[in-house]
């Protein structure tokens, strides 16, 4: 092998290792999007599940009250006929 060989092996050898660091990198920056989006999601969900959990409650306190209230009106009511 001469010495143009050599250099020209050489400088593909460093082109070949440079885009293997450039591939591993960028695997490593897909790997930390992917894993964010998903923690980012999971937020969403959980800040999504909380919101209908206390809407859920606010819903049957009301209806509660409501049929408290109901029932106190049919009480008097008796009161007053019976």
Known sequence: MNQVEALEKA???RAEQMAS????RADAGRK??????????HLREEKETLLAKSQADRAYLRKVQ???????SK????????
Do not use: P, T, V, Y
């Not at 660091?21 to 591993?24: L, Q, R, V």
């Not at 930390?32 to 999601?41: C, P, T, W, Y």
């Open 66 to 72: 409501a049929d408290e209230l109901k029932l106190h």
């Open 21 to 24: 660091e450039c591939h591993n």
């Open 75 to 82: 009480m008097d009511h008796m009161r007053w006929i019976g």
């Open 11 to 13: 400088i593909l050898d």
């Open 32 to 41: 930390n999007i992917l894993r964010e989006a998903s923690d980012k999601l």
